[in-house]
C-alpha cells in the first residue's frame, strides 16, 4: 500500500506559479499511474493532470494545458505539478491519487479508479 503526502501549496498573485509536490511512501511511485485533481469551494472533484505508470504518457484537462505540467522525481519517489500564469479560478485544494491500471501508457481520468489519495494542499490565487 503506498502513501501520498503533498505540499507546496500557497497563496499566490495571478500570472504566479507553484511546484506541488507529491511524495510517496510505502511503495514505489514508478509502480502507479498518478495524477492530480481539485476541488473547488462548492464545486465536484476534478482531474487535473495524469501521468502514466511508464512515464511516456501525460493528459491534462482542457483548462490547464499549456500552463501545468506533470512530471516524475522517481529517485525522490515523488510527483510534481508544475504549474504557471495561475488564475483566481485555479483556486482550490489539489490532490494526488495513485492507481495500477492496465497498460504501462493507460492514464485514467476518472475519481473511481484511484485507489489512493493524499490529503490535499490548498492553492489560492489572488486578482
Known amino acids: 500500500q503506498v502513501q501520498l503526502v503533498e505540499s507546496g501549496g500557497g497563496l499566490v498573485q495571478a500570472g504566479g506559479s507553484l511546484r506541488l509536490s507529491c511524495a510517496g511512501s510505502?511503495?514505489?511511485?514508478?509502480?502507479?499511474?498518478m495524477a492530480w485533481f481539485r476541488q473547488a469551494p462548492g464545486k465536484e472533484r476534478e482531474f487535473v493532470a495524469g501521468?502514466?505508470?511508464?512515464?511516456?504518457?501525460?493528459v491534462y484537462a482542457d483548462s490547464v494545458k499549456g500552463r501545468f505540467t506533470i512530471s516524475r522525481g522517481n529517485a525522490e519517489n515523488t510527483v510534481y505539478l508544475h504549474i504557471a500564469s495561475l488564475k483566481p479560478e485555479d483556486t482550490a485544494v489539489y490532490y494526488c491519487?495513485?492507481?495500477?491500471?492496465?497498460?504501462?501508457?493507460?492514464?485514467?481520468?476518472?475519481?473511481?479508479?484511484?485507489?489512493?489519495w493524499g490529503q490535499g494542499t490548498q492553492v489560492t490565487v489572488s486578482s
Open positions: 491519487a495513485a492507481c495500477q491500471p492496465y497498460g504501462f501508457s493507460y492514464v485514467p481520468q476518472v475519481q473511481k479508479e484511484y485507489r489512493y
Open positions: 501521468i502514466s505508470r511508464s512515464g511516456r504518457s501525460t
Open positions: 510505502g511503495r514505489t511511485l514508478s509502480s502507479y499511474a
